[in-house]
């Protein structure tokens, strides 16, 4: 009976874990081949802001944002 009960904690455990790592991984090819934000949208935020952005602060601001993904 104990037996029985700690195979199913164990099995659900492993399978959140394993889950959890498909998801992720998963999450991180769709969002490296759809980017939530591009060079365009960065440049249109500035401009809204009422700056014009430089290209080479559009590059500085795709560089952070890919850093933290």
């Known amino acids: 009976m104990l ?4 195979l199913i904690v164990i ?3 492993v399978g959140v874990i394993i889950g959890f ?3 992720k991984k998963l ?6 081949k759809n980017p939530p ?4 949208m960065i440049e249109a ?3 809204g802001m ?3 952005p430089s290209q080479k602060q ?8 890919n850093r933290y993904m």
Do not use: A, C, P, V
Request: aromatic share 2%.
């Open 3 to 6: 037996k029985d009960i700690l």
């Open 21 to 23: 790592l498909i998801s």
């Open 11 to 13: 099995g659900l455990i």
């Open 50 to 52: 009422g700056r014009k």
């Open 45 to 47: 935020l500035m401009s």
């Open 58 to 65: 559009i590059k500085q601001m795709m560089n952070q944002m």
């Open 27 to 32: 999450t991180q090819k769709y969002l490296k």
């Open 37 to 40: 934000i591009n060079e365009k």
